[in-house]
């Protein structure tokens, strides 16, 4: 995973069905259970401004989660901007940390802005929504693989993108029996 450091945006998204296109049962089963993100699998982001895209697939988008994968991928001493999401408040000291107020109508103040991470959400769920349809959440892991090395390789053209896929896939292979078992 690579180590980002200056001015990093943190953020989460959540990858799954609408509820206006559940069925009736489905929808009331959910209706009582919370807010939106009910029934859908959290991918969490990290984008560095200018810089490389980190992204997974996690369980929870508690606390204890989103602070570790923050100090374990942002630099001590970088500045980390997030949205008002209360398992930010706190953030670790070694980061210079700052949110924007979403629940506000607040986006941009200063320099602290998810603009740039929520862009690449823009690209990941166009991805989701419009080509692919829908993810098992088995393997969600793979598809947000591939749209951060989307990302993090866009501007390398012909043999440069060539080369680095094949460095990248180096050592590594997947069998059938691993993507059919339950």
């Known amino acids: 995973m690579p180590a980002l450091s200056g001015e990093v945006e943190a953020d989460e998204t959540y990858i799954g069905g609408k ?20 029934g859908k699998a959290a991918v969490v982001g990290l984008k560095e401004r ?14 204890p989660t989103l602070h570790g994968i923050i100090t374990d991928t942002v630099i001590e001493g970088s500045s980390v901007y997030t949205d008002d999401a209360k398992a930010y408040i706190g953030l670790n000291e070694a980061f210079d940390h700052e949110s924007v107020k979403h629940s506000a109508g607040e986006y941009v103040r200063a320099n602290a ?5 929520e862009s690449f959400w823009a690209l990941f769920k166009r991805g ?4 692919h349809h829908w993810w098992s959440f088995k393997h969600l892991h793979r598809y947000v693989a591939e749209y951060v090395y989307r990302q993090n390789t866009r ?12 460095q ?3 050592g590594k292979y997947i069998t059938c029996n691993s993507l059919t078992q339950a």
């Open 128 to 131: 989701y929504y419009g080509t």
């Open 50 to 63: 200018g810089g490389a895209v980190v992204a997974m697939h996690v369980q929870n988008v508690d606390k």
């Open 168 to 170: 990248a896939s180096e």
């Open 155 to 166: 501007y390398l053209t012909g043999l440069d993108a060539i080369a680095a896929l094949i």
């Open 19 to 38: 509820r206006k296109n559940m069925s009736n049962a489905k929808r009331k089963a959910l209706a009582d259970t919370g807010h939106g993100a009910v």
């Open 113 to 117: 802005s998810t603009n740039s991470i």
